[in-house]
């Protein structure tokens, strides 16, 4: 493939994938339930609060969270806004990686290992979303081009002091910065300062590496500071996060260290390597293969150096989870951050499979033949997000109940009257079940949805006596039986409704909508009004 048919395919690679995000986020998709446990946090308190540990087990940077509660405080509930650094964070870590995937693998294999990641489906869906991913992804990205720039020579001409030493406080300064917006940012900041001292040792005087040293120190003394005021308390208050099937079969089995390759290939080939897509349990199997090829087959220069900046950050991930700090791989999210080692090195895998597959074509006809299957990929490549763009606006939402949920709050808002009652019911917490009110999704999604159209109902509020229903009563019945929380107690529920009833002067009132969401999900509207007065 000719230089300029490559550098047409990264032009147009990127424009769809930068139009795919936009798209995306312009369609604004109705709240869903990891949004909403942000969301809930944002409405509720204020700066100071949100450094304590949030509701719904929300472990997230606090710098990021205050930036949202900046925006909150400026639009409101305007999804869009508080989209609005996912967005940025997603369209320029597309730039970003363009530029760094040409950078380390000129020619085919960087448009290869681009084309993966503008097809994948992930990093654009969580630049649209109300979380810190799209971050993730960006601090992982700026911290790696900085770091190429500085220990990869372009050629024989090495950095200029003054543009070095600016790119070093680059680094640094975003990698202090990076704790507070990014939790894995330590994995990659930490291979790359080590690469940075061993550089300062090896080809400085010894006062440079000094100064490394004492920089580095006082990252970790800031990091460790960070996470004695900040995260661990989070994660204890959020300690059932280590029970949950996205977390728990993450961490490597130490203790049975027979189970550690299994565990190995099934975590690297899961969802930690969905990409272009993928799923759990050896779903992306075919990602990993290639990935490993790509390791085995490409030999740039510096070719440890390069690949210890690109896999540099998996002993950190692995020490983190072995002591149960972290998950390891378990879903796309909590690994963004190794996104540009596995598509760079899938594509450079794709291409020597490629080679692999021209060679019973004559020699001199070989590089066509590449060229040719190249194309081929490409176009499958490319009509990822063409048809990402296509299925975004025929079904512009994440979920039908997340869409019907919004509909249904926005029809309530007209219905809800001042000065009348807004009660909602749905499972009550059990000392042998979990707070469902405290912790689940769907429930969650409501709550903040209510307050983003002005009603503040009363939770689980107990019903009047006889005659003790004053004003209007709007009682919502809402229940997901998600095998993972308590079952709806139908039999509570009714002899609740009955006595509401009776406080409205018998069947005059009562059901006034009945909505199936999705699955067990189910909204009922009941309206109660006072008794007529007697005569």
Same mark, same amino acid.
């Given at each position: 493939?000719?230089?300029?048919?490559?550098?047409?395919?990264?032009?147009?690679?990127?424009?769809?994938?930068?139009?795919?995000?936009?798209?995306?986020?312009?369609?604004?998709?109705?709240?869903?339930?990891?949004?909403?446990?942000?969301?809930?946090?944002?409405?509720?308190?204020?700066?100071?609060?949100?450094?304590?540990?949030?509701?719904?087990?929300?472990?997230?940077?606090?710098?990021?969270?205050?930036?949202?509660?900046?925006?909150?405080?400026?639009?409101?509930?305007?999804?869009?806004?508080?989209?609005?650094?996912?967005?940025?964070?997603?369209?320029?870590?597309?730039?970003?990686?363009?530029?760094?995937?040409?950078?380390?693998?000129?020619?085919?294999?960087?448009?290869?290992?681009?084309?993966?990641?503008?097809?994948?489906?992930?990093?654009?869906?969580?630049?649209?979303?109300?979380?810190?991913?799209?971050?993730?992804?960006?601090?992982?990205?700026?911290?790696?081009?900085?770091?190429?720039?500085?220990?990869?020579?372009?050629?024989?001409?090495?950095?200029?002091?003054?543009?070095?030493?600016?790119?070093?406080?680059?680094?640094?300064?975003?990698?202090?910065?990076?704790?507070?917006?990014?939790?894995?940012?330590?994995?990659?900041?930490?291979?790359?300062?080590?690469?940075?001292?061993?550089?300062?040792?090896?080809?400085?005087?010894?006062?440079?590496?000094?100064?490394?040293?004492?920089?580095?120190?006082?990252?970790?003394?800031?990091?460790?500071?960070?996470?004695?005021?900040?995260?661990?308390?989070?994660?204890?208050?959020?300690?059932?996060?280590?029970?949950?099937?996205?977390?728990?079969?993450?961490?490597?089995?130490?203790?049975?260290?027979?189970?550690?390759?299994?565990?190995?290939?099934?975590?690297?080939?899961? !969802?930690?390597?969905?990409?272009?897509?993928?799923?759990?349990? $050896?779903?992306?199997? &075919? #990602?990993? =293969? %290639?990935?490993? @090829? *790509?390791?085995?087959?490409?030999?740039?220069?510096?070719?440890?150096?390069?690949?210890?900046?690109?896999?540099?950050?998996?002993?950190?991930?692995?020490?983190?989870?072995?002591?149960?700090? !972290?998950?390891?791989?378990?879903?796309?999210?909590?690994?963004? $951050?190794?996104?540009? &080692? #596995?598509? =760079? %090195?899938?594509? @450079? *895998?794709?291409?020597?499979?490629?080679?692999?597959?021209?060679?019973?074509?004559?020699?001199?006809?070989?590089?066509?033949?590449?060229?040719?299957?190249?194309?081929?990929?490409?176009?499958?490549?490319?009509?990822?997000?063409?048809?990402?763009?296509?299925?975004?606006?025929?079904?512009?939402?994440? =979920?039908?109940?997340? @869409?019907?949920?919004?509909?249904?709050?926005?029809?309530?808002?007209?219905?809800?009257?001042?000065?009348?009652?807004?009660?909602?019911?749905?499972?009550?917490?059990?000392?042998?079940?979990?707070?469902?009110?405290?912790?689940?999704?769907?429930?969650?999604?409501?709550?903040?949805?209510?307050?983003?159209?002005?009603?503040?109902?009363?939770?689980?509020?107990?019903?009047?006596?006889?005659?003790?229903?004053?004003?209007?009563?709007?009682?919502?019945?809402?229940?997901?039986?998600?095998?993972?929380?308590?079952?709806?107690?139908?039999?509570?529920?009714?002899?609740?409704?009955?006595?509401?009833?009776?406080?409205?002067?018998?069947?005059?009132?009562?059901?006034?909508?009945?909505?199936?969401?999705?699955?067990?999900?189910?909204?009922?509207?009941?309206?109660?009004?006072?008794?007529?007065?007697?005569?």
């Amino acid at each position: 493939m000719t230089p300029s048919a490559v550098r047409r395919w990264g032009g147009f690679l990127l424009a769809l994938t930068v139009a795919w995000r936009l798209v995306r986020w312009g369609l604004g998709f109705p709240l869903w339930g990891d949004e909403a446990f942000v969301l809930v946090n944002l409405q509720e308190r204020g700066y100071a609060d949100l450094f304590r540990p949030l509701e719904y087990g929300q472990i997230a940077p606090f710098l990021w969270v205050w930036m949202e509660e900046t925006l909150h405080r400026i639009g409101g509930d305007s999804l869009r806004l508080l989209r609005l650094p996912a967005l940025l964070a997603g369209v320029a870590s597309a730039f970003l990686f363009h530029r760094l995937a040409f950078r380390l693998a000129p020619g085919l294999g960087g448009l290869l290992g681009f084309a993966v990641f503008a097809a994948s489906y992930y990093p654009v869906r969580h630049a649209a979303e109300i979380k810190p991913y799209s971050t993730d992804l960006l601090v992982a990205l700026v911290l790696l081009s900085l770091a190429v720039s500085l220990l990869l020579p372009v050629g024989d001409r090495p950095l200029a002091p003054r543009r070095r030493r600016n790119r070093l406080v680059a680094f640094w300064a975003v990698a202090f910065f990076g704790l507070g917006f990014s939790y894995p940012s330590p994995f990659v900041v930490a291979p790359i300062a080590l690469a940075l001292l061993v550089q300062a040792r090896r080809e400085g005087p010894p006062r440079r590496f000094l100064v490394q040293f004492v920089v580095l120190a006082l990252w970790a003394g800031a990091g460790l500071a960070l996470a004695w005021f900040h995260a661990i308390p989070h994660a204890r208050a959020a300690s059932w996060l280590r029970e949950m099937a996205m977390w728990q079969p993450t961490f490597p089995p130490v203790s049975r260290p027979w189970l550690l390759p299994e565990w190995f290939v099934r975590i690297h080939s899961g !969802y930690m390597a969905a990409y272009p897509t993928g799923g759990r349990d $050896f779903g992306s199997l &075919a #990602t990993f =293969l %290639l990935a490993l @090829l *790509g390791v085995a087959t490409w030999r740039p220069a510096h070719r440890g150096r390069v690949l210890w900046l690109l896999l540099g950050p998996l002993p950190f991930l692995f020490a983190a989870a072995a002591l149960r700090l !972290y998950p390891y791989g378990g879903s796309v999210r909590v690994s963004i $951050f190794l996104a540009p &080692a #596995t598509c =760079l %090195l899938t594509g @450079l *895998g794709l291409l020597a499979l490629l080679r692999g597959a021209a060679r019973p074509c004559r020699p001199e006809r070989r590089g066509r033949c590449v060229g040719a299957l190249a194309h081929g990929f490409l176009a499958l490549f490319a009509a990822f997000p063409v048809g990402g763009i296509v299925e975004d606006l025929r079904r512009p939402y994440k =979920l039908e109940s997340d @869409l019907l949920s919004q509909r249904f709050t926005a029809d309530l808002a007209a219905r809800v009257r001042p000065g009348e009652r807004l009660v909602v019911w749905t499972t009550p917490g059990a000392p042998d079940a979990p707070d469902w009110l405290a912790l689940g999704g769907s429930l969650a999604r409501l709550r903040a949805q209510l307050h983003a159209v002005g009603l503040a109902p009363e939770w689980n509020a107990p019903p009047p006596q006889r005659d003790g229903l004053e004003t209007v009563t709007w009682l919502v019945r809402y229940r997901d039986d998600d095998p993972t929380h308590a079952p709806f107690p139908e039999a509570r529920f009714a002899a609740d409704l009955e006595r509401w009833r009776e406080a409205s002067g018998g069947d005059r009132d009562g059901e006034v909508l009945r909505l199936p969401l999705q699955g067990t999900e189910e909204i009922v509207l009941y309206r109660f009004g006072p008794r007529a007065p007697r005569r």
